[in-house]
C-alpha cells in the first residue's frame, strides 16, 4: 500500500460519519473526489472492512474526545496508542485531542508540543470553541503560533456555526496560515472553507435535504412549500443526482434525504473544487454560488414571507480573505463591507 501523506487530502470534500454510515458514505464518496472521516473511539473494525469491500479513498478518524456534555481538555495531551493505530491502518493520523476552550493558549500549546514527538503523517486535531473566533486578536495570535509550530492542522468549531458572522470571517482570515488546515464537522461551508483555500473539509452528518440552489439543508416539507409557492421558479428544484433522477426531492425517505444531500454537496464540490491549484478562481466561484442562493432566498422571502434569509450566505460575502501567508496586521482585522456587486454567471 502507497504511504498516505497529508497532500492526498488537497482541496478535497470529506464526508465526516459514524461507523453505521461508514458503506453508505464511501460507497458514494468513491464516485467523486472525496474522501470520509469516521468518528467514534474505535474504527480500526470499520476502516478494515471498508478496505476489504474496496473502498480506497482518503480516510480520516476522528477520536471526537472533545465532544460530548463532559468532553477531554486539550490539557489532557495526546495518546501516542491512538496516533500509532492509525499508521498501523495505513492512515494519516488525526490526533484524539481534547476541547480547547477559547482562549486555553496553555492547551494549544500542549497539543502542539505533544505533536511534535508523533510520526508523520499527521494532523493535529485543534477542536475550538466558536469563542476563539469573536476575538480578532486571538486569530492573529493563532496564525502566527501555527506557523511557528509548521504541523498540519485539523479544526473543528465547537458550538457555533457559520450563521454567526465572526466565526464566518475568523475562520477565512486563519486560513491565512501556511500550514495546511482541514475543517472538521461542518456542513457546506465546508465547502466554501476549501474555496477560500483550506486543505480539505468535511461535511458532517445532518438529517436535513440539502438544496443546491439554496446553498443549505430543509425539511422535505419545506422544500414541497417552495415549490407549491413559487411556481415561477419550477426550474431550480429538481435534482439530477443518481438517487433523484431528475424529480424534485420532495418525497425521499430518510436513507434517500442521506444520500442524495450527499451526491448534492460531493457534485457541487467537483464542480467548484475543478481548479486545484488556483484558489482566487474557487474563492469566486463559491461567492457566485452564494450570491445566487441568497437572491434566491430573498425572492422566496417576497413570495412566502416571513422566509428566513440565511445570515450565513451574507457573511461568506462579507468575508474578504487576505493572500495566503500574508503578514497578519495586529488592527482592524474585520471590515464590514456592503453585499458586493458579483457576476452571477457561476464559471
Known sequence: MTQPRVDDLLRRLLVQCSPEQAATAGDIAARYRAGLVLTGAKPRNTVRHLRRTGYDGPLLCDASRYAGNYPLRAGAGLRRAWTAEQHELGLVALTDSGYLAPGDWPGLHRLLADARGHPAPLLVSLPLGAGWFAVPAWIDRLVATLNSARLPVAITIVGDSFATRYVTRGLV??????????????????????????????????????????????????????????????????????????????????????RHSLHAQLSLGDRLLAPRHDVSAMTRSWRVHCDQALSLHEEIAGLMPPWPVPTALRWWLDAQPPAVGAAVPQQNAYVTRPRPRIDRRAP
Open 173 to 258: 482570515r486563519l486560513l491565512s496560515v501556511t500550514v495546511p488546515v482541514v475543517l472538521l464537522r461542518s456542513d457546506i461551508g465546508a465547502l466554501g472553507a476549501v474555496c477560500h483555500g483550506a486543505h480539505a473539509g468535511a461535511l458532517a452528518t445532518t438529517s436535513g435535504l440539502f438544496v443546491p440552489a439554496l446553498l443549505g439543508h430543509h425539511r422535505p416539507a419545506v422544500l414541497a412549500r417552495i415549490v407549491a409557492r413559487t411556481p415561477d421558479l419550477s426550474g431550480r428544484w429538481p435534482c439530477d443526482c443518481p438517487e433523484c433522477d431528475g424529480t424534485v426531492p420532495t418525497d425521499l425517505p430518510p436513507d434517500g434525504i442521506y
